[in-house]
């Protein structure tokens, strides 16, 4: 049995405290929080869950294996590293930290103790962005040429980062899980709308070594909500909608080709293949169930997670990338 302590009970501890407890083989000890009624939420549903506003007492805790971190980026770096030296395993939210120096840092540490250290990059348990991973890598889209990605809503504000480390960083990790190579430059705008509040919608553009292109369009002043996705390829093509209910994934065998005239040989001709769409079955599993599966596995089997220490380090130095193209108007950026 390996039992868990949450850190933090706002937006997303719930949802780790439900899924961690419903998990076989894992057991939700402590719950801390700075918020105290927060916490009397949690003896309600859980009465037999340890409480606190003081984390070291689940970080110090004999009766805690691993501690799952979901507060505001800022604060990730200190009690992830607070909890590797005690000799916990760590799963944390996303992003992993503030900078690729803290990453790194904690890299190390896991390292060096021999522990788990996992990032709370959800996407990449969905049963649709797997299902996509299946496909990228069995060769069925065939070369692909472009990523072209829309998420956008109205709010939910945050107020220690701006939309691209609250929204863009799902779809970078999304990215980083489809596609073994990784963008190596990056060109940003985005802009602030409201006064004392951090930027509110951005454009990213991510150039890769190949012919691939990623662009991924964030914002929080949206009047509706979009979650939508085109990757293309030469062969077939992908809509991917997570907010539909049936056909979240639909596969489109449509592409382009070029041939030569016959009439005139120095010309080329463009041909357009429009065949059928096809929706496949999705795993309908709650994402997070099966994160929660995989860290338990992680730890009892020594793997290293989908969502590593280093994928982790890969996205936040694209965001920093990101970040610094932004405040230079859209100049172009290394990801070093």
Known sequence: MINIGIIGYGYWGPNLVRNFNSTSGVNVTWVTDIDQDKLKLVKSRYPSTLVSMNTDEAIESSNVDA???????????????????????????????????ECERLIDEADKRKLTLMVDHTFPYTGAVRKIKELVDGGQLGEIYYF???????????????????????????????????????????????SGQPENVAYITLFFPNNLIAHIHVNWLSPVKVRKTLIGGSKKMIVYDDLSIDEKVKIYDKGVSMSRDEVNIYKMKVDYRIGEMH??????????????????????KKENPITSSLSGLRVVKTLKAVEKSMENKGRLEKIK
């Open 67 to 101: 501690i799952a971190i979901a507060t505001p980026v800022s604060s990730h770096f200190e009690l992830a590293l607070k909890a590797l030296q005690a000799g916990k395993h760590v799963l944390v939210e996303k992003p992993m930290a503030v900078n690729s120096q």
């Open 148 to 194: 072209d990605s829309v998420r956008v809503n109205l709010g939910l504000f945050q107020h220690d980062i701006n939309v691209i480390w609250d929204l863009a960083v799902h779809d970078l990790s999304t990215l980083d899980f489809l596609f073994d190579q990784k963008p190596v430059e990056v060109s940003a705008t985005g802009m602030r709308h409201i």
């Open 279 to 300: 929706s496949p079955s999705i795993d309908g599993k709650e994402a997070l169930k099966n994160l929660t599966n995989h860290f338990r596995n992680c730890i009892d």
